[in-house]
């Protein structure tokens, strides 16, 4: 069973960092390519970032270039999303998502709020 499960989520004060991680088990985490996915209350999907299988490339949405950072480790099953000078519009529920077997995958979620 593929099975997706995020953690690290908070509320924090803007300005301040959060590391979010996601552990991935019931495939072959190691040679697919993955992504964090948000989304805000009311509003629609947004994507924030991609990793290669081999955590090669990364690719971020404008909105949090220079800011997050996406990394993985294959021998722990695990991708990871540091967020650094947070504002108060990262605030949204995240979640570590990926396509395979002909369809898109993604956990459960973690919150994040960004609020003074």
């Known amino acids: 069973e593929v099975q997706l499960v995020e953690s690290g989520g908070a509320m924090v004060q803007p300005g301040e960092s959060l590391k979010l991680s996601c552990v991935a088990s019931?495939?072959?985490?190691?040679?697919?390519?993955m992504s964090w996915v948000r989304q805000a209350p009311g509003k629609g999907s947004e994507w924030v970032s991609g990793i290669k299988n081999d955590g090669g490339r990364t690719e971020y949405a404008g909105s949090v270039k220079g800011r997050f950072t996406i990394s993985r480790d294959n021998a722990k099953n695990t991708l990871y999303l540091q967020m650094n000078s947070l504002k108060p519009e990262d605030t949204s529920l995240y979640y570590c998502?990926?396509?395979?077997?002909?369809?898109?995958?993604r956990g459960q979620g973690t919150p994040v709020t960004v609020s003074s």
């Open positions: 019931g495939f072959a985490f190691s040679i697919y390519d």
């Open positions: 998502a990926t396509d395979m077997y002909g369809r898109g995958w």
